[in-house]
């Protein structure tokens, strides 16, 4: 007799579709792309408009960051897929120019002592 657990396995209401169709059952990706990555959506011309991906999770990825640059952890928490799911879906749209990497425009003085101060501040509270 099977016994029913009364705790779901998955947090929240169950994905509406299968995650193995969202990738089309693929699980990497070609580019290195971690948790902090972040990518922006490129300015799309008429002629670039083919190659855009017509899937609505990647059309949600590149409405998300069409105004600033996003994180691959914020469009798992936004659009409530795995981030694995996330960075193959990111991989295709940066393979087709549908989005780009984008580079922070500073870079952080690992030495300066007043950055290394509020880190520190902040790991405190």
């Known amino acids: 007799m099977p016994v029913s657990d009364p705790v779901p396995w998955i947090e929240g209401p169950a994905p ?3 995650l193995y169709l969202v990738t089309g059952g693929r699980t990497h990706t070609e580019h290195p792309l971690d ?18 991906p017509t899937n609505h999770a990647h059309k949600d990825i590149v409405r998300l960051c069409r ?3 996003v994180s691959v952890a914020e469009f798992s928490a936004r659009l409530h897929y795995p981030v694995q799911i996330i960075k ?3 991989g295709d749209l940066l393979t087709t ?12 003085d ?7 101060e509020r880190v520190l501040e902040g790991l405190r509270k």
Do not use: C, I, K
């Open 16 to 18: 509406a579709e299968r």
């Open 35 to 52: 948790l902090h990555s972040l990518v922006r959506a490129r300015p799309l011309t008429s002629a670039d408009r083919p190659a855009v």
């Open 67 to 69: 105004q600033a640059p």
């Open 88 to 90: 193959v879906l990111v």
């Open 97 to 108: 120019g549908s989005v780009v990497m984008a580079m922070p425009d500073t870079t952080a």
């Open 110 to 116: 690992p030495t300066d002592r007043h950055l290394l």
